[in-house]
């Protein structure tokens, strides 16, 4: 009999939680960078369309799976995936939907605790007196583990292991009283901290408070279409991610929520309610803050310049300058809920990781949800440890790369597979419409079926063998030359070799041979903990054997 | 801001900004089910129990 006896609280506190679970820093960090790189407002038309065959269909099979297999008892993927197909080997690929969380969670709890720190410099007053490179040479100092940050000691490790007690804390207090607590104080307080922001990134006027321009060159910047853009495979294919990665899809962690839910109740109008919260959040906030604060105060070149290096760099190292820029108090207030809303952004969605392993120790050991939830806190501090003390040596990105990008479209792609194709469409369709509280559009029957997985195929393909520059047309016309962001080229490690050919200063030798080590070493690492949970899953395999249970 | 811009601005943010209002307008309208459903809070509600 297994110990899990969860259960939502309410409707809507599913929706919040599904909400922020699928919220995460990337709709405020990462959206408008996306945006602006790849053909600025007329990135908008494949997003929606991306978002509306591959987003929504992919939203609806989740949760369908997730409800169908807590049918039966199971609230995590390997067993879910074999409740809809009998053949063994479904259960190791619902391992993805456990080490995905478990790997995401050990970095993503080290950037959330980064937000956590930033709201508590915010308040003390640390970033008043310091210009823009004082204050992006504090992040470097942060994450290189100076002391010299504040009169804490190692202070990233203080504030991460506090993010992982509290994380840990919350998920001990189970899905109603935890999760689901959190996502109704941290979601309608997100939107209010985002929309006060969104304001100010809307009214920016040049020559006050030091700003140099108004906010419609921001505005200008990252909404003009570039509509000879929309031709490039490589924007189509950047749209497609940035729905994958924006919704947490492909991660296991929509399958767990839904478990909960019961056959006659509703999920096609949560999962689109969910959904399209998720993306208010990135379109219509991530939209307004972000680019038009950075170029109302730093002008266009000097943003095009900084979103080379993603949305990290300008949400950490420039944000935090330029809402003082508004006087000391509001800019306190400012990169309180700047930060604030991050914060709550990031546990929403590190919560919901740490929910498939809980589940899957609660159906399979028995065990209670207080020591399923203190073991998940202990692992992702032993594989998180790694990333904090080695993260100038790439083993955040490294974790970031295949747990948080490769590993979703590997696990969203199998998955749809088996719904639309093993498990079948017409069991599928009728799982999707079961309960629901509005009538799913049966064009969305060809779509799953057809649409969806070769959309993903297509996303997979793409990255695997990305050509050189994005330049589709030349490796089409024959000349397909890899990237080094492909992810062959990745795996050979391509371009820090090149990088190492190249260098002559000894101490970037040294840099770059540590790095190499490392990147190979957390390599190790994340099979390592693969291997576990699969054979852990093989022990509850057999355990249900000799139980009578299969 | 250049009527491009606007243009897609304005329709996108209104677009997605009417259906996530439309679509969570939509939950607080439907119906609760009768008990036994998913959640807990509204367990006790006497107007929910069910038929016998």
């Known amino acids: 009999m297994s110990s899990n006896k969860e259960s939502w609280g309410s409707r809507m506190g599913l929706i919040l939680a599904m909400a922020g679970n699928a919220v995460g820093l990337g709709n405020f960090l990462r959206f408008p960078v996306q945006a602006v790189q790849n053909g600025g407002g007329a990135f908008i038309i494949p997003y929606l369309v991306c978002f509306l065959v591959m987003g929504i269909p992919l939203l609806w099979i989740e949760w369908s799976m997730g409800r169908f297999g807590g049918k039966y008892g199971h609230h995590s993927t390997p067993f879910i995936l074999n409740s809809m197909d009998k053949r063994r080997y479904w259960k190791y690929i619902g391992v993805f939907g456990i080490w995905t969380n478990i790997a995401v969670a050990a970095y993503y709890c080290y950037l959330e605790s980064w937000t956590l720190s930033y709201m508590y410099h915010s308040v003390v007053g640390t970033f008043s007196d310091m210009d823009q490179n004082a204050i992006s040479n504090f992040f470097n100092d942060y994450v290189s583990l100076n002391n010299n940050t504040s009169a804490i000691p190692y202070e990233p490790i203080v504030f991460f292991v506090i993010c992982l007690l509290l994380n840990t804390w919350i998920l001990s207090r189970g899905l109603a009283g935890g999760v689901e607590r959190v996502a109704k104080i941290g979601m309608p307080l997100l939107i209010l901290f985002g929309a006060f922001l969104a304001y100010k990134g809307f009214t920016i006027v040049a020559g006050e408070n030091g700003a140099i321009n108004d906010s419609s060159v921001g505005l200008n910047f990252l909404w003009t279409p570039k509509f000879d853009q929309l031709w490039s495979p490589s924007v189509w294919l950047a749209a497609a991610g940035q729905i994958f990665f924006t919704l947490s899809v492909g991660m296991g962690t929509i399958q767990c929520y839904a478990s909960y839910v019961r056959s006659k109740d509703d999920i096609a109008l949560n999962a689109m309610s969910a959904g399209w919260m998720n993306e208010f959040v990135e379109v219509v906030l991530g939209g307004a803050i972000l680019i038009p604060i950075s170029i109302g105060y730093l002008g266009v070149d000097r943003v095009t310049e900084l979103v080379q290096s993603g949305g990290l760099g300008l949400g950490f190292r420039t944000l935090p300058y330029l809402f003082y820029q508004w006087g000391d108090v509001l800019g306190a207030v400012a990169g309180f809920m700047w930060f604030g809303l991050l914060f709550f952004a990031g546990i929403t969605s590190s919560l919901a990781m740490g929910t498939p392993w809980m589940g899957f120790l609660q159906d399979e050991f028995n065990w209670r949800r207080n020591s399923a939830a203190w073991s998940f806190g202990l692992i992702v501090f032993i594989l998180g440890m790694p990333t904090v003390l080695f993260f100038n040596y790439g083993v955040f990105d490294e974790y970031d790369y295949w747990a948080g990008t490769v590993s979703l479209v590997i696990f969203a792609l199998l998955e749809t597979i088996l719904f639309a194709w093993v498990f079948g469409m017409d069991k599928g369709w009728r799982e999707i419409n079961s309960g629901a509280d509005i009538k799913v559009p049966s064009i969305y029957r060809f779509i799953i079926k057809y649409v969806t997985p070769l959309l993903l195929i297509w996303v997979f393909v793409g990255s695997l063998v990305t050509p050189k520059g994005g330049d589709w047309g030349a490796a089409l016309s024959g000349n397909w030359e890899l990237d080094n962001s492909s992810i062959i080229r990745k795996l050979m490690n391509t371009g820090l070799k090149d990088q190492l050919a190249a260098a002559t200063d000894p101490a970037q030798i040294t840099q770059l041979e540590d790095t190499l080590f490392f990147v190979n070493a957390s390599r190790i690492l994340l099979v390592v903990v693969f291997a576990c949970i699969a054979m852990l899953v093989y022990i509850a395999y057999k355990k249900r054997m000799r139980e009578g249970k299969i | ?52």
């Open chain 2, 1 to 52: 801001m250049n009527t491009s811009a606007l243009v897609i601005m304005l329709t996108t943010l209104i677009l997605v900004t009417a259906l996530t209002i439309y679509f969570f307008m939509l939950v607080l309208r439907k119906p609760p089910k009768p008990e036994p459903d998913s959640y807990l809070e509204n367990d006790d509600d006497p107007d929910r129990q069910p038929l016998l």
